[in-house]
């Protein structure tokens, strides 16, 4: 099955990444996770994010555009990566997540991916 | 008898005593735990339907499980076969024919014990599910021991089954390293099923949920400790559990009034269970680790020990009261330390452990109140006594505690 990690960072870390006191153990941190990952040969695809002081939220509303700066909800939590990986059930998925930096100081969201669609029946 | 009503009762049998079993079996192989039941209950049907014109086959369980398959089958084909649903159909296409004799039919009854208990389904609905999933109880009658709309209790066993289902939980036993908090988790929900028999012993009469759940909870225990008889702390849970039961008699006089341990006579306790409970304990203890529900077992076995002696060991209950306070330090097990100090005739070592409790947890916590208001009594202090007493009673449920509760307010 393909399980979606959802990876929250707080803003003390999104800080450590343009912080060069900091920057390289905050990147050999993730690296080294995404590394594993990779060699365990489970990663479909994934990214990290740029922090949520670049994000904009949008959101039509009677056929207006209602266009915020900011992520959607103010949380101590900001999401700032995802990887999809393929693994056989949610407990091999939780061990993956479980190893994720920011599961140790922040969290880490597991969630199915949703199967294709079946083709319409002939 | 006649061969037909012979055949019929046969079926009731195999749906009553291997309804777990077979349940497990095809969930494992579907993770779909709804299906299963769906397909169990068809096939179980068909046996009523067929057995008695056709005579019971040589392998009950097994000709109900490979029923169940086809119905699992064909109600795949009849959806139009998602293509999740056709991973599920080679599944079960490739498990073929394995069931031809009795003895190879597999008992998954751990995992699925697993799966209920696992810590991706809320807990409060694991102890539910596996009632359900087990032991074929109704939803109904889950929701009458744990005081909640049978409506509600649908909704959530439904929605954890669901969540089995779409999130793809692993239907194998946990590795190694994981097996002891797992667990953990699965004898805290059988303990959960137990504690409804406390709570809703207080049920009006002929209430389904006055008896609550313990026969269940003792089935719960025993099935664990014969599928992982290495396991100490399933011993220790098993042994907690009958000694508990043993005591059952005694708990109540004959008007129904609530008699504390103290005054309960011993003559009344089921020998039997006792002594089954020494031996797991015995056997649990061979291990030589800590746990939780050893230790409680080995707090009531000092009970147990009370009618041999004359007198209670004050001093095995205080050391194991505090080994138990040190690791496990909920509000119930301090509360339950204080008050076995107070036995001890300690009852300002009792004040102290209870003015340590969080004002958050204590609240609404009755077991506090009434210990609080027997701690005072005990240090002389009669009008805190009878305040924390009026707290206890305001948080009773239980008629019969209320009314003893009362009677010691009048004293």
Redesign the interface.
């Known amino acids: 099955m393909q399980y979606m990690l959802l990876l929250n960072e707080t803003a003390e870390e999104f800080a450590k990444r343009n912080d060069p006191a900091e920057a390289e153990a905050y990147w050999g941190g993730w690296n080294a996770f995404i590394g594993a990952m990779a060699q365990a040969g489970i990663i479909v695809k994934g990214d990290g994010l740029q922090g949520p002081q670049t994000a904009t939220t949008v959101r039509l509303r009677d056929g207006k555009r209602a266009v915020q700066d900011g992520p959607f909800a103010d949380n101590k939590e900001q999401l700032g990566g995802y990887f999809v990986i393929e693994v056989p059930d949610l407990d091999a998925a939780l061990a993956w997540a479980v190893r994720a930096p920011s599961a140790s100081y922040a969290s880490v969201e597991v969630r199915p991916v949703l199967p294709p669609m079946a083709p319409p029946s002939a | 008898m006649s061969s037909a009503r012979a055949a019929a009762k046969a079926a009731e049998t195999a749906a009553r005593t291997s309804y777990g079993r077979l349940l497990a079996i095809l969930a494992a192989r579907t993770r779909d735990i709804a299906a299963s039941e769906d397909a169990l209950s068809a096939a179980f049907l068909a046996a009523l339907r067929t057995w008695p014109a056709r005579g019971v086959p040589d392998n009950p369980d097994a000709w109900l499980v490979a029923t169940a398959r086809n119905h699992l089958k064909n109600a795949a084909r009849h959806k139009?076969?998602?293509?999740?649903a056709a991973a599920d159909l080679a599944l079960l296409f490739d498990e073929g024919a394995v069931d031809e004799d009795a003895d190879a039919l597999p008992d998954d009854r751990l995992k699925l014990l697993f799966v209920c208990a696992h810590p991706?389904i809320d807990a409060s609905v694991r102890t539910p599910l596996m009632l359900q999933t087990v032991l074929g109880l109704d939803a109904a009658r889950i929701a009458a021991a744990f005081l909640v709309a049978p409506a509600t209790m649908g909704q959530r066993l439904v929605r954890a089954k669901t969540k089995i289902k779409?999130?793809?939980?692993?239907f194998?036993l946990p590795t190694q390293a994981d097996m002891p908090t797992r667990l953990e988790d699965v004898l805290d929900a059988i303990y959960a099923a137990y504690g409804t028999s406390w709570d809703a012993v207080a049920g009006a009469d002929g209430d389904a949920g006055a008896r609550g759940l313990a026969d269940e909870a003792l089935y719960l225990s025993r099935l664990v400790v014969s599928l992982l008889p290495q396991a100490p702390e399933a011993r220790g849970l098993l042994a907690l559990i009958l000694y508990c039961e043993s005591r059952r008699a005694a708990r109540r006089d004959a008007a129904g009034r609530f008699v504390p341990l103290k005054a309960q006579d011993a003559r009344l306790w089921s020998r039997d269970m006792i002594v089954e409970a020494e031996g797991h304990l015995t056997a649990a203890s061979r291990a030589g680790v800590f746990g939780r529900y050893q230790c409680e077992a080995a707090i009531q076995s000092v009970h147990a020990q009370r009618p041999i002696t004359g007198q209670t060991n004050h001093a095995a209950l205080r050391t194991l009261y505090g080994l138990l306070a040190q690791r496990c330090p909920s509000i119930g097990v301090l509360v339950a330390q204080a008050a076995a100090l107070l036995d001890a005739g300690d009852a300002d070592a009792a004040m102290a452990v209870l003015q340590r409790l969080a004002e958050a947890d204590i609240r609404g916590y009755q077991p506090y109140w009434a210990t609080l208001a027997a701690v005072h009594v005990a240090r002389g202090q009669r009008g805190e006594a009878a305040a924390a007493l009026h707290t206890a009673i305001g948080l009773t449920e239980d008629p019969a505690i209320r009314a003893f509760l009362a009677q010691s307010l009048e004293s």
């Open positions: 139009g076969v998602a293509i999740e991706a779409a999130a793809g939980l692993r194998e």
